[in-house]
């Protein structure tokens, strides 16, 4: 029998504030748009609102999960066969948005198969690397990560991909190189995509792109000035600015945002964080990325001390795609790296992103809440 904790508040207290706070900007940031569109100022509210309930019954049905159920290979290679297969889809009869073919539609329901192979990959990598492996076992999960990348990469969703491999390179190296080699392995990789971009800058055109990857030159070359081209392709990243300022410390009061009356469109999803700034003001701005960076913090923190490598390593994952997540998305908004369509967590709208995210947090939560033994093995 596993031994049973309290909840881990520090997990789930940050979960319901942040989700809270999500809810209500994009019904403020939404509402206008559709308003002025002669339709429903409620209806992305109501159904942000219904992922929200739904994501918290799950939570509360996996907390009562066997953790044995959670940690054996059939749900986990079940997930990520889902995720692969819907990635395939994407190419056959995807659902193309802004020029971009990434959205499948099930019964109704759009959604990135990129979000769902993402933690699909986690608990899988997790469950492989349960125990250490020689090199020539490393050659599936290898070809895995490598294929759902470049599915995602052909999309064409560059951060998207990049997003997945260094998860999965964080969870691989964690679990079978030492921690010195992989600090100074992912410094590597930080440089290598920095020299990639600034070359990209020095050579002043995108012809030698692949036609595919065009347009990110343009992402690339706003980030120095995003007002180069303020009307076209700097529009967003330029009234993106525009709302940060007009924030200030305190903001201008819930529902009073300027920039989201049709400077900003959809501005309930990438560039949320801009209008919450703008209503809110940099201080509750600021509580909400603690908030996200406490969740993540916390599962470093559980990562750390747990016996079992297959949690830990679950851990891991998940407080990476969280943090990378945060970081790309605060990063785009302030102009530091070009604009790339990553949603916050738990405050863009979005109910798949905010589902899969909720159901990866709940497993964290199943596993925080019990002691288990210093050695388990998984006969699959």
């Known amino acids: 029998m596993m031994k049973r904790k309290q909840i881990d508040w520090l997990l789930l207290l940050p979960y319901l504030g942040t989700s809270l706070i999500g809810l209500l ?15 429903n100022p409620l209806s992305l509210f109501s159904k942000q609102a219904i992922f929200m309930v739904l994501s918290w019954l799950v939570i509360a049905v996996i907390y009562r999960v066997k953790s044995d159920v959670l940690l054996k290979g059939r749900p986990v290679k079940i997930l990520l ?65 490598f ?50 971009g600034g070359i990209i800058l020095f050579l002043g055109s995108h012809s030698l792109l692949p036609e595919l990857f065009a347009h990110t030159y343009d992402r690339i070359r706003l980030v120095r000035d995003p007002f180069l081209d303020p009307y076209g392709k700097g529009f967003q990243m330029s009234n993106s600015y525009y709302a940060l300022y007009n924030g200030g410390f305190f903001g201008r009061g819930l529902g009073n945002s300027i920039t989201k009356k049709g400077y900003l469109p959809v501005a309930e999803t990438d560039f949320v964080y801009s209008i919450l700034i703008e209503e809110l ?66 405050i863009s709208y979005g109910g798949t992103s905010y589902l899969l995210l909720s159901v990866a947090l709940g497993v964290c939560l199943k596993f925080s809440s019990e002691v288990r033994p210093h050695v388990e093995t998984l006969k699959q």
């Open 25 to 39: 900007i994009v019904f403020s940031a939404s509402s206008y748009r559709l308003m002025a569109a002669g339709e």
């Open 81 to 145: 066969g889902i995720g692969l297969f819907s990635l395939l889809l994407v190419k056959i009869s995807g659902v193309s948005i802004n020029g971009a073919q990434r959205w499948v539609s099930l019964f109704g329901i759009q959604f990135q198969p990129s979000e769902v192979t993402n933690v699909a990959l986690i608990f899988y990598l997790a469950y492989f690397f349960r125990k250490k492996r020689s090199r020539h076992e490393l050659i599936t999960p290898s070809v895995l990560v």
């Open 147 to 196: 294929l759902s990348g470049l599915l995602i990469l052909l999309q064409p969703k560059v951060t998207g991909a990049i997003i997945l491999w260094i998860v999965a390179l964080v969870i691989i190296t964690t679990a079978q190189l030492p921690y010195q080699l992989t600090v100074i392995l992912f410094l590597a990789i930080f440089l290598g995509i920095a020299l990639v």
């Open 281 to 346: 003001g940099v201080i509750v701005g600021l509580i909400v990325l603690a908030l996200l960076f406490v969740i993540a913090l916390r599962l470093f923190v559980l990562a750390a001390k747990e016996p079992s490598q297959q949690v830990s390593l679950v851990y891991f994952g998940v407080g990476t795609l969280l943090l990378i997540q945060t970081s790309i998305n605060i990063a785009s908004i302030l102009g530091l790296i070009p604009m790339t369509g990553v949603p916050l967590p738990f």
